[in-house]
T-cell receptor
Framework: KNQVEQSPQSLIILEGKNCTLQ??????????LRWYKQDTGRGPVSLTI?????NTKSNGRYTATLDADTKQSSLHITASQLSDSASYIC?????????????FGRGTQLTVWP | EADIYQTPRYLVIGTGKKITLECSQT?????MYWYQQDPGMELHLIHY???????EKGDLSSESTVSRIRTEHFPLTLESARPSHTSQYLC??????????????????FGPGTRLLVL
């Protein structure tokens, strides 16, 4: 069964600290993996996207890594800010269907305290 | 910021009412989607469209219906709302890949969502 599991479910950190969010998937075949940021009451916004051949991708203070062999990805946030408080969702796409189906994780709820 | 809009943002209605959730995008995207999301849970695809006059059901069974008469517009309708329909509904759009497949660089752009509460 194709699945995307994220950990931790929730995380509280102090402003200025770094953190790393994890995503494990069993989706096969694999096309790409995206990290989205979803603010409360808003729709998800794409942060990074990585294909099979990419190991790392950065977007400002956000750095995503991908190990396609172990089917693991991480999102590292550097020097966290209050505005980083949001849900971070890992989304994996397969290439087996004409839709390029997306599999969503449940997200990690990050809270940054001052 | 993506040019995709949803109205209303919040809706509280009684059981049995007919409702239509609006979604519009000004990016000219062919593919559009409706997702349902409950708190702390993953997004579930309920409907999608490849273009005008194309509508398909998603993975999650839904009593809602959709239409795609214009490229920019993808409304979702519930004929008779029930408390079990209480949820957040997210609309998204993306550019169509070469053969109708999601390409590695394709990204879905989401609207702000509609929070529906059925009493």
């Amino acid at each position: 069964k194709n699945q995307v599991e994220q950990s931790p479910q929730s995380l509280i950190i102090l402003e200025g600290k770094n953190c790393t969010l994890q995503c494990n998937y069993t989706v096969s075949p694999f096309s790409n993996l995206r990290w989205y940021k979803q603010d409360t009451g808003r729709g998800p916004v794409s942060l990074t996207i990585m294909t099979f051949s990419e190991n790392t991708k950065s977007n400002g203070r956000y750095t995503a890594t991908l190990d396609a062999d172990t089917k693991q990805s991480s999102l590292h946030i550097t020097a966290s800010q209050l505005s980083d408080s949001a849900s971070y969702i890992c989304v994996v796409s397969d290439r087996g269907s004409t839709l390029g189906r997306l599999y969503f994780g449940r997200g990690t709820q990050l809270t940054v305290w001052p | 910021e993506a040019d995709i809009y949803q109205t209303p943002r919040y809706l509280v209605i009684g059981t049995g009412k007919k409702i239509t959730l609006e979604c519009s995008q000004t990016m000219g995207h062919d593919k559009m989607y409706w997702y349902q999301q409950d708190p702390g849970m993953e997004l579930h695809l309920i409907h999608y469209s490849y273009g005008v006059n194309s509508t398909e059901k998603g993975d999650l069974s839904s009593e809602s219906t959709v239409s795609r008469i214009r490229t920019e517009h993808f409304p979702l309708t519930l004929e008779s709302a029930r408390p079990s329909h209480t949820s957040q509904y997210l609309c998204a759009s993306s550019e169509l890949g070469g053969q109708g497949e999601t390409t590695p660089t394709e990204t879905q752009y989401f609207g702000p969502g509609t929070r529906l509460l059925v009493l």
